[in-house]
């Protein structure tokens, strides 16, 4: 694709930065120093990032440039600026979690993503905030990309925003309970969760080792598809890891054409409690899938009662876990509402933990089952858009109150739980201008299956802009 | 194939348990080893007692002889999966 004179190079995605390098027409410097200035421009009014690494970026990119003008590329991210969420270790920098419990804190090694996006030719431009730890669902320090009053959504926060932005053309995150696709759908982006044990998390702080996963963050389901395939392979460092040869990112030969793909469309729990614009959008692109020869099947989503009991059951005993001595030496230096979850967690007792366990055993075996009647299940990926920051509660017309963090985490959990892949795709904005998100979830290993499906919606609907950053 | 039950056994997730008060949620921190300061008793009685009326729910699972999941590979159900 030519640039056009209006497209600035921050403003390309991956796939057409990529082109354009390949093509000689743009050099990774040149892409790099658009990236920076555009960070310069928004970051005052987003907060997105921890830290940027302009000065390693440029020797990055000047050694991307190097090795393209002697014809040699590494692949689709060669020279590409990358925003890792900044729970992602990088050799010789701080890891902050967007925690004072880290403070001095240095990495002694790269993460298994970093040295594989380094690998690819990526260039890491900086890290992006978390909701601290990654234990929650706003991540305050950064503002929503359409709406600088409203939250970004969390805890991968800081990497939705920016790449909502242009102020990095894709990026990393972590999602323990939705922390990929929660603030994606927030901030008008796609982000993918894998399968569990796809993409190795070794070096990645763990929130839960239960439900953690790692994925991108792009703008473009096209980008996401030309992301995974340097995150994948097995790590034989961590025991989750998947074998080689398990999956692959690339898209389905068979392309965009959806003709005899059975889409479950869920009749309970999927579009409950969810606002009329969030439903009327999602619904509206299930019609989208089957003009494109999609054949919708209603299906009863198993084991709903038990979703938020088997993510808790997990999450908060291995949460507290994991910070069992900084809990006792520092607790201070966490922030109030991360502290007490740790604190309560230690009152769980080990049947509770066990019966959280075994509840994903069953979880996992019924929607194994479920994807012997469907292709895939298409549902809202948030049951509302960005609230206000500061706001606590959802209210809904069946008269109950959900927390936000609640309300945020209910329709991605069971992917968490079930290890099955989720990928969110902006569906469109309710009539304030505020992003919506549509997830579509396969059995697991069916990435493929998954970005082709979100390829086919994207072709069939307009080229999405950059967040205004208001 | 095991298969799960939404009903209750009797007397397992019918019958109402008390809250945990302060002081108690405290002896509890303390045997597992993490102090708590007196201006936290309250607060962490309170949220822990809202984890056990989230995560009690499960008792109404029978599981037979479902064994727990813990870091599992997602592609074991392919029988024929890659190795």
Known sequence: MRRSEVTRPYELSVAAAARAIRARELSPVELLESVLGRIEEVEPRLGAYTAVMAEPARRSALTAEREAAEGRFRGPLHGIPVALKDLIDVAGTATTASSRVRAGHRAQSDS????????AGAVLVGKTHTHEFAYGLTTPQTANAWDGGRVAGGSSGGS????????????LGTDTGGSIRVPAALNGVVGLKPTYGLVPRHGVTSLSWSLDHV??????????????????????????SLAPGGAGGHLDERGTDLTGLRVGVPLNYYFDRVEAEV?????????????????????EIPMTRYVQATQWGLMVPEATAYHERTLRTVPDRYAD???????????????????????????????????????????????AVAVPAGQETLAWPDGTVESVSDAYVRLSAPANITGVPSLSVPVGHDRAGLPIGMQLL????????????????????????????? | MTTYSPTSPPGVASVPVPDLAPVEAARWAQRAGLPLPGDRHAIVAATANHIHSVVSVLRELDFGDT?????????????????
């Not at chain 1, 980008?223 to 392979?233: E, I």
């Open chain 1, 112 to 119: 298994a993503v970093a040295a594989r996006l380094a690998a």
């Open chain 1, 160 to 171: 939705a925003v920016a790449v909502a932005a242009g102020a990095a053309p894709f990026a």
């Open chain 1, 215 to 240: 994925g991108p963050l792009t703008r473009t389901v096209e980008d996401a598809a030309l992301v995974l395939p340097a995150l994948t392979g097995h790590d034989p460092g961590e025991p989750a």
């Open chain 1, 279 to 299: 439903e009327d959008a999602v619904r509206r692109a299930v019609e989208r899938l089957a003009d494109l020869g999609a054949r919708p099947v209603e299906v």
């Open chain 1, 337 to 383: 509402d991360v502290r007490i979850l740790l604190e309560a967690g230690e009152l769980m007792p080990a049947g509770d933990y066990l019966r959280a366990q075994r509840a994903q055993t069953l979880m996992r075996q019924a929607w194994i089952r479920l994807f012997d009647e469907v292709d895939v299940i298409v549902a809202p990926t948030v049951p």
């Open chain 1, 442 to 470: 396969g059995r697991p290993l069916a990435e493929a299956e998954l970005l082709r499906v979100g390829l086919a919606y994207e072709r069939s609907v307009p080229v999405r802009a950059l967040a205004p950053v208001l």
């Open chain 2, 67 to 83: 064994p727990p999941a813990p870091a599992y590979r997602a592609e074991e159900e392919k029988h024929d999966a890659q190795i």
